[in-house]
């Protein structure tokens, strides 16, 4: 009998966590062929490479090798490069995940050529149109055959813009299956020994959106934060390359303020278990914090997220420093929430009611 092609697209860092909680159960649908593409959006070893290995994800069918650019030209050769592997190879279906370029590149690229498009983490809205991801969010959705949520207040956003409920599953996070999936060796890494610190003696701080890290002076007022945090518990920031760019000399070299390479995903899941807080911008670090109970500290006006905020341990900063303190001086005396015990199918089978979700769809069409 012949399979069904999926072709599941990662390229930018976030992906790849999300991509493999699919091909972590493959082999319980026998009926199904999953390719791995790999766009390439993200190249550098400590961006992408680390993640399949940590992941042990097999290797890209294709990788499309499309490298930086304006999101114009990203956008643009993504969608030149898979057309070409879909003309020639077509799937059945075509799995985008989260909301980089390369989720609406390929997603455009797939449904202009008839391929059905699933969307997983479909629905969420930041609201917030500065953001480039909140524009791919909105464009993936509305070209969707397939709408996967993790949280309830996406089927309300997908409805409010005309989706039909039939296209909508409540199917939970595919992230959260990755992280229960590999907590236990995450937790064997005790990764903080390796930066000299100790369990819950320590702030997990990230950073790379371009709303904090594209004007040097936003990203120095913040960092001013981050060097008062500092002289209270030590602070571990693994430094993506966009924010690399941009940071001053006056931040680097601070005996308790600990700048990095970007991590594997092992390593960044070890330090976020035993972190007293993380301080971030992330959307996914959100999410995870939620589900490890660790407080999260988000350096956002919003959040496209929000079950972090009415049932997890984030808050939004929102530029408010005076917040930002109070939030960190409570945490560090023990008095901040520690979020609901468990959020509603974020339970590791997300990946499981996709795959199953898409096999039936196909041997009923
Ligand atoms: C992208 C995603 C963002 C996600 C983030 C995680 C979009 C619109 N944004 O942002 O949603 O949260 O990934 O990291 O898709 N660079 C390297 N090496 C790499 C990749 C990038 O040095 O492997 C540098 C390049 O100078 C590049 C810059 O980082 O210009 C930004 O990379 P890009 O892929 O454009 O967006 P991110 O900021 O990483």
Redesign the pocket.
């Known amino acids: 009998m012949p399979k069904l092609t999926i072709d599941v697209i990662a390229g ?3 992906n790849f966590m999300k991509l493999a909680a699919l091909f972590a159960v493959r082999d319980l649908f026998p009926s199904l062929d999953l390719r791995f593409i790999h766009t390439g ?4 070893f400590n ?2 490479d680390v993640f399949l290995r940590d992941l042990s994800l097999p290797d890209p069918r294709i990788h499309l090798g499309v490298g ?2 304006t ?1 114009a030209y ?1 956008t643009a050769e993504i969608m030149k490069r898979y057309e070409e592997w879909i003309l020639q190879f077509p799937p059945e279906i075509c799995v985008v995940v ?5 989720t609406i590149a390929c997603g455009l690229a797939a449904k202009k050529c008839n391929v059905r498009l699933a969307h997983v983490e479909a629905g969420l809205r930041s609201f917030d149109r500065r953001m ?2 909140e524009i ?1 969010r909105v464009l993936t959705d509305t070209i969707s055959d397939f709408l996967f949520i993790t949280e309830p207040s996406a089927e309300v956003n997908l409805k409010k813009e005309g989706h039909d409920s039939r296209s909508i599953f409540y199917v939970g996070n595919t992230m959260i299956d990755t992280l229960l999936r590999m907590k236990p060796r995450a937790e064997r890494l005790s990764q903080h020994q390796k930066f000299g610190l100790e369990v819950r003696r320590y702030a997990f701080l990230t950073l ?3 709303s904090n890290v594209d004007d040097p002076r936003l990203l120095d007022e913040i960092m001013a934060q981050m060097v008062w945090v500092s002289q209270r518990l030590p602070v571990i920031f693994p430094c ?3 924010t690399a ?1 941009n940071l001053s000399a006056a931040v680097r070299g601070r005996p308790n303020l600990q700048i990095v390479e970007p991590l594997g995903y092992l390593e960044s899941l070890s330090l976020t278990l035993d972190a007293k807080m993380v301080i971030t911008d ?2 996914g670090l959100q999410e995870e914090t939620t589900v490890l109970r660790v407080p999260c500290l988000t350096l956002r006006e919003n959040t496209e997220r929000p079950i972090t905020l009415s049932q997890g341990t984030n808050t939004l900063i929102n530029n408010d420093w005076t917040l930002f303190r109070r939030c960190v001086e409570q945490i560090m005396a023990g008095g901040y929430r520690q979020g609901a015990e468990s959020i509603p199918l974020w339970d590791g089978s997300a990946g499981r009611r996709i795959l199953s979700i898409l096999e039936k769809a196909f041997v009923s069409s």
Do not use: T
């Open positions: 930018a860092r976030p959006q993200h190249y550098d961006m992408s930086s650019g999101h990203q989260g909301d980089v370029n390369s480039p991801e791919n790379h959106r371009p993506h390359p966009r760019k992330s959307g």
